[in-house]
C-alpha cells in the first residue's frame, strides 16, 4: 500500500467535515485518513469510523470505514456545537488538527496533505497566531528557525493564479508589494510548474493599479517595482511578462496566452479564479518541503450541517496533491 495522504476536518462548525466524509463515500479519498474528531465526523455523515493510531494503520481498516487519527488536546464537545458559528473550540481543533498532520508528513508517515477549510475568526478567537493555513504552515515547515518562501496558487482547469500577498489590510498588501516579494514570487511559480510538466512557464504578471498604472497616470509602482522585478526574473530565464492590466489578464490566459498569472493582491487573483466555479478550484501551496492542497471554498457556514455543501473541490484538492505526488515520483 502506498503511504497515506492525510485530511485535515476543517473547523468542525462549517462544511469540512461533511465534504471529507462525502469524498470518502464517493470512494474519491480511499488511501487517505482524516485527522480530525469521530463524532464530527460522524455527525456530518461518515458512518462507521475505525480510530487508528498511525497512518499505518490504514491497512487494518475493514472497507466501508472512515479512518481517522485523532491529534493530541483535542476539545471536547465539539460534535455538540452550533453549525455555522464562530466557535474558539472549532478554531482549536482545526490548528491541532493540522499541527498533528504536519507532524506526521514531515516524519514521513503520511505523503501529502489535504486539508478542509478553517475559518480565520475561529482560528483567532483560539489564539492561534497565524491568519490561515498557508501561514501557519509555512511556520510548521521552518527549519532550524527559517521560514521557506511559500506562495498561494490557486487554481482550476482554465487559470492557475499565483498570489504575490494574501491574508493582510488592502492598504498594507500595497506596502508588501516590493521588487524582492515579486521577484520571489516568479522564482516560486516558475519552480513549482515543473511539478506539472512544465519546465519553462509563460508567467505574466498582472500590475497592482488600474490599467497597470496607464504610464504612471494611475500610480507608478508597476514602473518603479513591478516592471523591474519581471526585468530580473528574465535575466534568470523566468518567461516573465508584464505588467499587464489586472483586468483584462486574466482573459488572456484563459485563453491560452500565458500559463500562469501572477497577481499582487488576495482579491484581484482569486476573483477571477472563483467566478469560475468554486466546485472547481484548487488552493495549492507553494514552496513547501511537502504537498499541500485544500479546496478553494470556506467554511460555508450559511449551508453547514445542510447536506448542501459540494464536495467536488475537495475531491479536486485530492486529485491534485496525487498528482504532484506522481509528478515527485512519490
Ligand atoms: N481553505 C480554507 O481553509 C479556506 C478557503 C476560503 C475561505 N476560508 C475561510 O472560510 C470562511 C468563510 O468564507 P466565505 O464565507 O468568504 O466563503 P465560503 O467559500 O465559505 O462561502 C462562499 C459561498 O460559497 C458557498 N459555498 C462554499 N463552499 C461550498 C460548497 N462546497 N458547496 C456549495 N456551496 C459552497 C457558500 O455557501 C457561500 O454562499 C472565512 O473565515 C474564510 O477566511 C477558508
Ligand atoms: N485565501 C484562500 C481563499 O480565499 O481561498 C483562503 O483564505 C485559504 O487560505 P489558507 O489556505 O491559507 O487557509
Redesign the pocket.
Known amino acids: 500500500m502506498n503511504t497515506p495522504l492525510l485530511i485535515t476536518m476543517g473547523d468542525a462548525a462549517g462544511v469540512g467535515p461533511e465534504i471529507v466524509a462525502a469524498a470518502f463515500r464517493r470512494g474519491e479519498a480511499d488511501g487517505c485518513v482524516v485527522v480530525g474528531d469521530p463524532a464530527v465526523l460522524r455527525r456530518a455523515g461518515a458512518g462507521m469510523v475505525a480510530v487508528i493510531d498511525s497512518p499505518a494503520d490504514l491497512a487494518e481498516v475493514p472497507p466501508g470505514c472512515l479512518p481517522v487519527l485523532v491529534p493530541p488536546a483535542l476539545p471536547e464537545g465539539l460534535a455538540a456545537l452550533p453549525w455555522g458559528r464562530v466557535d474558539a473550540r472549532a478554531g482549536a481543533a482545526a490548528a491541532a488538527c493540522i499541527e498533528e498532520a504536519v507532524r506526521r508528513v514531515r516524519a514521513g508517515e503520511a505523503s501529502a496533505l489535504v486539508?478542509a477549510?478553517?475559518h480565520?475568526e475561529a482560528l483567532a478567537a483560539a489564539g492561534v497566531p497565524f491568519?490561515?493555513?498557508?501561514?501557519?504552515?509555512q511556520a510548521l515547515a521552518a527549519d532550524g528557525g527559517e521560514l521557506p518562501p511559500v506562495r498561494?496558487m490557486?487554481a482550476n482547469e482554465e487559470l492557475r493564479v499565483v498570489?504575490v500577498t494574501?491574508?493582510v489590510a488592502l492598504r498594507q498588501a500595497i506596502e508588501l508589494v516590493t521588487h524582492d516579494a515579486v521577484l520571489r514570487t516568479l522564482r516560486i511559480a516558475h519552480a513549482a510548474a515543473a511539478a506539472w510538466g512544465q519546465r519553462a512557464p509563460r508567467i505574466a504578471v498582472a500590475g497592482l493599479n488600474p490599467h497597470a498604472g496607464e504610464g504612471g497616470l494611475f500610480g507608478r509602482e508597476e514602473i518603479e517595482i513591478i516592471a523591474p522585478a519581471i526585468e530580473a526574473a528574465r535575466a534568470e530565464g523566468i518567461d516573465a511578462q508584464g505588467p499587464f492590466p489586472p483586468d483584462t489578464v486574466f482573459m488572456r490566459a484563459r485563453r491560452g496566452a500565458f500559463d500562469l498569472v501572477v497577481a499582487m493582491t488576495?482579491d484581484h487573483g482569486?476573483i477571477p479564479v472563483?467566478y469560475l466555479g468554486v466546485e472547481h478550484?484548487v488552493?495549492v501551496?507553494l514552496g513547501l518541503p511537502f504537498v499541500?492542497t485544500?479546496?478553494?471554498?470556506?467554511t460555508a457556514f450559511d449551508i453547514a450541517g445542510q447536506g448542501r455543501a459540494d464536495p467536488a473541490s475537495l475531491v479536486a484538492a485530492i486529485r491534485w496533491a496525487r498528482a504532484a505526488l506522481a509528478a515527485r515520483g512519490g
Open positions: 486539508t477549510p478553517i480565520k491568519p490561515g493555513h498557508t501561514e501557519m504552515l498561494m490557486l498570489l494574501i491574508h488576495h482569486l472563483k478550484g488552493n501551496t499541500r485544500s479546496p478553494d471554498h470556506g
